[in-house]
C-alpha cells in the first residue's frame, strides 16, 4: 500500500517560516516526479511547486522566489520550504507523487500524479 505522509504544518504568523515534508512508503519515487499543491477553504486545489527526478524544479508564480522544493530520494521524501509566508498561503498542503518514470517534465497538473497525501493545515495570520 502507497502512502504519502505530511508534516510540518500548523501555525505562524505572516513574515515567517514553515518547513512540509513528505514521506513515501509502499514504494519507491526516486524514479518519479513529486510536487505540492494547496486547496484553501471554498477554492480548487491549485499547484505550489514539483520536483522532477533529478531535481528539477517549478513553481506557482504566487510562491516564486519564496518557497523551495527538494527532495532525498534515498529517504524517499520530498520537502517545500516556505518563507515570507502570506495570509493568503492559508490552505491544506498536498504532497504529490506521479506515477510517469525518468521523465524531464515538471508536472503542474493534479490528473498527473496518482498518489496523494492527506494533506497538512498551514495557518497564516496577519
Known amino acids: 500500500q502507497v502512502q504519502l505522509v505530511e508534516s510540518g504544518g500548523g501555525l505562524v504568523q505572516a513574515g515567517g517560516s514553515l518547513r512540509l515534508s513528505c514521506a513515501a512508503s509502499g514504494r519507491s519515487f526516486s524514479a518519479n516526479g513529486m510536487g505540492w499543491f494547496r486547496q484553501a477553504p471554498g477554492k480548487e486545489r491549485e499547484f505550489v511547486a514539483g520536483?522532477?527526478?533529478?531535481?528539477?524544479?517549478d513553481y506557482a508564480d504566487s510562491v516564486k522566489g519564496r518557497f523551495t522544493i527538494s527532495r532525498d530520494s534515498a529517504k524517499n521524501s520530498v520537502y517545500v520550504q516556505m518563507s515570507s509566508l502570506k495570509p493568503e498561503d492559508t490552505a491544506v498542503y498536498y504532497c504529490a507523487g506521479a506515477s510517469d518514470v525518468f521523465s524531464s517534465r515538471v508536472y503542474i497538473r493534479a490528473r498527473d500524479y496518482a498518489y496523494w497525501g492527506q494533506g497538512t493545515q498551514v495557518t497564516v495570520s496577519s
Open positions: 520536483i522532477t527526478w533529478n531535481s528539477r524544479t
